[in-house]
């Protein structure tokens, strides 16, 4: 296994109810290391530019509408097998589906309202972090 990098979102629903240090404990008691990290309000272009792989998606303009509608912790966390460890911690899309002490399961509203995103994979790790991040930004 290799040490990681990945790009996780705190999304507006788990801002907006002060969720973020809950959130950030999930990811540290799975010991991912939280090396970048800042809090920001995305413009709809900017969240729409984020998730423009779904843009064919009938729920885009919502998901882009939803990114934007209040402040998001953006945040590169670190450690072994990074991405598909946050995912894990994350749990399934829909919490309804999600497991017992993800973050999901525990916080999420809805398939849409899920409370966090995570990179699926090590290129969509690399562009989303990226996106956010210029590399003087991430302090191992
Ligand atoms: P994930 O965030 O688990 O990687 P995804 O990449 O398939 O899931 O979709 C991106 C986001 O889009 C997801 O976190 C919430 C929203 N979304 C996905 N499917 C949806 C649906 N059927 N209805 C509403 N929002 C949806
Ligand atoms: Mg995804």
Redesign the pocket.
Known sequence: MATERTLSIIKPDATKRNLTGKVVSKFEDAGLRVVASKRIHLSPAQAGAF?AE?SE?P?YG??VEFMSSEPVVVQVLEGENAIAKNREV?G??DPAEAAEGTIRKDFALS??E?SV??S?SKESAEREIAFFFSGLELVG
Do not use: Q, S, V
Request: hydrophobic fraction near 25%; charge should be neutral; charged fraction near 25%.
């Open positions: 998730y779904h998606r729920f919502e998901l994350m399934a899309t398939k849409g899920n995103h995570g699926d």
